[in-house]
């Protein structure tokens, strides 16, 4: 952190975007208050951005973003902008791109509160992440090239790729159950030998943490039928694309998830992994908990604040097993009414 009050750049984007911010906002409230200084900085992105600039990243949304500790954002993008030049997608590749923001990190969590929602059995809670490259890889790599013939993707990356996202995991297990699982392809990739050396070499770093290896579709099936086995899942851009939407899948509902973006310094960028359900917009059931997670997962990676974290989690928990939730997990509460009880709930333990 820069100085003694934390800097949090606010992008509440499209549709439910400000609607699950303002619930964020208001359980980021609750937690601080006399525990944690703060200042949000609050800004444009995505649609409102093409809407107030005719671009989705503002120049100075991103000097905002770029001077701040932390970036949350709520979700963007929709039918309003379908034929926009600059799609507002463009905007979050780009901010992506300016702070460097190469490691993609989504929890995948089934509390004993949540796993009645959970379309898969388990006897265990379930509780890992996913630490997933995102800047190189086949989505990137040259030459890509397309004729009426034959296509070609080239899937490529270097040992300093690899070795800044591996290091991120380690640091992630480091602060967890110790233990990395690196999934890839190597009985047929050149790419997941080089990240087996290199990973392999990194581990050799964090003596407290144990690892091991997994191939990419063994790993896809021990994600439905032995979830709770795993701590840090370490893996490179395609492979973590699937599986983190694999994991998603097995939690029951995607209006829970949160997702954080780093690099290696600067700020992080925390959001919630669903888009901005244009759907459901303006009617006020939008499921906050994405957005309050991705708050809780701020306070703890980039605040060094687990208790403040552990705080949140606990309302959240308390409130799920109430059965105060939204349609998407069945019930019939308003996102406000999910908040409100949150609030009370963190209150209450205090
Ligand atoms: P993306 O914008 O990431 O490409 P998408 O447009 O396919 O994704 P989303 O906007 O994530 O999809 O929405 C998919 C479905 O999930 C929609 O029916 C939407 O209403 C629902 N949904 C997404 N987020 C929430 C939420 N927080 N609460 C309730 N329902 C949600
Ligand atoms: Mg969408």
Redesign the pocket.
């Known amino acids: 952190m820069s100085d003694q009050i934390a800097k949090i750049t606010v992008l509440p984007g499209d549709y439910?975007g400000p609607e699950?911010m303002k619930a964020g906002l208001a359980v980021l409230k609750t937690v601080s208050e006399d525990e944690f200084a703060y200042q949000i900085d609050e800004r444009p992105f995505g649609g409102a951005g093409i809407d107030e600039t005719g671009d989705p990243l503002p120049e100075a949304t991103l000097a905002s973003a770029k001077a701040s500790d932390a970036v949350l954002l709520a979700?963007i993008?929709g039918p309003k902008w379908d034929r926009a030049i600059k799609r507002p997608e463009k905007g979050l590749l780009e901010i992506r791109q300016k702070l460097n923001l190469f490691a993609n990190i989504r929890p995948t969590s089934i509390s004993r509160a949540m796993q009645k929602y959970s379309p898969i059995k388990q006897v265990e809670p379930v509780d890992f992440v996913i630490v997933r490259e995102l800047t190189s890889g086949i989505y990137f790599g040259q030459p890509r090239e397309i004729d009426d013939y034959r296509a070609i993707d080239t899937m490529h990356y270097t040992v300093d790729e690899i070795r800044r996202v591996a290091q991120v995991a380690f640091e992630m297990a480091e602060k967890r159950r110790q233990h990395v699982t690196m999934v890839d392809k190597a009985n047929v990739l050149a790419t997941s030998n080089l990240w087996r050396r290199v990973v392999e070499d990194v581990s050799a770093d964090y003596p407290d943490v144990t690892y091991d290896t997994s191939y990419v579709d063994a790993a896809a099936m021990k994600i439905i039928s032995a979830p709770e086995q795993f701590d840090v899942i370490l893996t490179e851009n395609m492979f973590g694309d699937i599986l983190s939407d694999e994991s998603a899948e097995i939690t029951g509902s995607?209006?829970t998830i949160p997702s954080m973006s780093r690099g290696t310094t600067g700020p992080a960028l925390y959001e919630?992994i669903?888009?901005?359900?244009?759907?459901?917009a303006g009617k006020g059931?939008?499921?906050?908990l994405?957005m309050i997670n991705s708050v809780a997962m701020m306070l703890r990676h980039s605040f060094d604040r687990p208790d403040l974290a552990d705080e949140i989690a606990k309302g959240v928990d308390a409130v799920i097993e109430s059965g105060i939730v939204?349609p998407?997990l069945g019930g019939q509460a308003t996102t406000d009414q999910v908040t409100s009880a949150i609030i009370n709930q963190i209150c209450e333990r205090r």
């Open positions: 439910i699950i979700a993008g995607l209006g919630p669903h888009g901005s359900a244009p759907d459901i059931i939008a499921n906050p994405s939204t998407d």
